[in-house]
């Protein structure tokens, strides 16, 4: 096969699926974390990407979370944010509050790790990789970003309460020693 046209899935020596995605053939988990760090470099190195790039983050530490959620306080970072991105649209007004919140020492209501789900959503950091210009890749990630918070719809409840104390508790970080 030639070398033009849309990217394709480097041969990173195995036919291996993710073992926590699920994708196809990208040299297990290794490949896949490759392919995620590609798709980061594209969104830092294209503004029209950046758009994405929180929920690129938050939608691929869903799919992986033994690797990216092992932490209470990522857990909570994540679910939370890929929460305010689901729910309230990314809310600008909310933004600084979610910050500082998860800045601070969220309580939590919840054992850690969180047990998470089985199925992680029909899309992979594959699809993502494969867009084949910028339009599909924001269109890609808010598709795949969806599928992922879907798969974790036993925890979205809990995802709502640290939103709403993130709303509540945002404007006075308490407790939470600020740096700088
Ligand atoms: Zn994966």
Redesign the pocket.
Known sequence: MGSEGPPRVPDSGGSAA?P??G?CEVGG?EG?NDLFQEVVGREFGRPELFQVHRLTVDAYSL??PDQYMKSAKSAVAHLTGMCWAMEDQEDPSVSMALSRFLDGTPALAKPFPIPPPGRRGSM??VDIFLAPDSAAHVKRVREWARGAWEAWSEHHAQARLWLEAAKRTGGSPKGGRRGG
């Open positions: 993710c926590h995605c994708a988990a896949c799919q992986h992979t950091i």
